[in-house]
């Protein structure tokens, strides 16, 4: 059996996404087979985070800056929020290159059954920021989820006195995805959303 020392960190990688307790004790052994080519560096790289990194007052996400990289960028369209879930969605939507405007991260979805309610997120927030900064569209990037599509319902109506035009991702087909592949939930929302050929 390893030392205890050993087991608690493994027990301790296992809590991140996507470790599970295999996965946890691996990487564990790794780091512990490399100390210096691994394990101090990422000492080193976690206390700098830990240090550095904070959330941003304005979108939620995190950056060594406040307000982040994405929110003084003066080169992006700051007539329009795209709204998502976490900080990671950012991240993906930013790295696509398709989307210039701003971001507003909620930090979850509504969901009655794991006791997520609206004072949980950071709605409150959104509608001061659409409000105080004259935003001319919302896009609700929320994932096709239940709670997903709750969340998008219920930030539609609290949106809707304000003075913005509010749209959400469209939902269907993948790029280069076979229809006999893809699941029926999928396949109706592509169907609903489809669109006059040019």
């Known amino acids: ?3 205890n020392e050993i087991e608690h960190l493994i027990r301790l990688m296992g809590r991140l996404p996507g470790l599970g307790p295999r996965s946890a004790r691996r990487a564990a052994l790794s780091l512990m087979k490399h100390p210096d080519t691994l394990l101090r560096p990422l000492i080193e790289a976690l206390g700098t985070c830990r240090d550095a990194i904070s959330i941003c007052s304005t979108c939620g996400n995190l ?3 406040d307000p982040c ?7 992006r369209d700051r007539d329009v929020v795209c709204v998502v879930q976490e900080v990671e969605d950012l991240w993906a939507m930013d790295r696509s290159g398709s989307y210039r405007g701003l971001f507003h991260i909620l930090g979850g979805t509504l969901s ?3 006791g997520r309610h609206p004072e949980h997120l950071r709605i409150t927030a959104l509608l001061e920021r659409v409000e105080k900064d004259g935003i001319g569209e919302v896009i609700l990037a929320l994932g096709a989820t239940v709670d997903g599509q709750t969340t998008a319902h219920y930030l539609g109506e609290r949106l809707r006195p304000l003075a913005c035009r509010v749209t959400r991702l469209a939902y269907g087909l993948p790029v280069g995805g076979e229809l006999n592949y893809l699941d029926q939930g999928t396949l ?9 050929l040019a």
Do not use: N
Not at 69 to 75: L, P, Q, T
Not at 188 to 196: G, P, S, T, Y
């Open 1 to 3: 059996m390893a030392a």
């Open 69 to 75: 990289s994405v929110c003084a960028d003066r080169d």
């Open 188 to 196: 109706d929302a592509a169907m609903k959303a489809r669109q006059l």
């Open 112 to 114: 009655a059954l794991d």
């Open 63 to 65: 950056d060594s800056h």
